[in-house]
């Protein structure tokens, strides 16, 4: 059973930083595509960064220069080290991971992926 929590949203001043992370467990597959979608309120959700297995990362023009996405070594937690966050950039935060070996640019704007958490808030006045 793979389940997927975020914690490490919150609220910051324009300009200020933050590092949601997500802890994955039960996953047993040899392959993956992880990463980290956002929504803002009455908005789709937008996949923004993405990293698979070999290590090779992936993001969306809205975010790229200002989001990093990593892995601990034993590839269980997921980051997102988010900075010089701005306004447009409020909305409930996701992380999700897919067994099927896509690249991580195959996964910008594929929303099918297998298992998400449950989403941290993140607020930026």
């Known amino acids: 059973h793979v389940q997927l929590v975020e914690s490490g949203g919150g609220s910051v001043q324009a300009g200020g930083s933050l590092r949601p992370s997500c802890v994955v467990s039960?996953?047993?597959?040899?392959?993956?595509?992880m990463g980290w979608f956002r929504q803002p309120p009455g908005e789709e959700r937008e996949g923004i960064a993405f990293?698979?297995?070999?290590?090779?990362?992936s993001y969306s023009a809205s975010v790229k220069g200002r989001f990093i996405i990593s892995q601990d070594a034993d590839r269980d937690i997921l980051y997102l080290q988010m900075s010089n966050l701005q306004p447009e950039d409020a909305a409930m935060y996701y992380c999700?991971?897919?067994?099927?070996?896509?690249?991580?640019?195959?996964?910008?704007?594929?929303?099918?992926?297998?298992?998400w958490g449950q989403g941290t808030q993140v607020t930026v006045s």
């Open positions: 999700a991971v897919d067994p099927r070996g896509m690249t991580t640019d195959q996964a910008l704007g594929h929303l099918g992926f297998a298992w």
């Open positions: 039960g996953y047993t597959y040899d392959t993956y595509c």
């Open positions: 990293i698979a297995r070999d290590g090779s990362t």
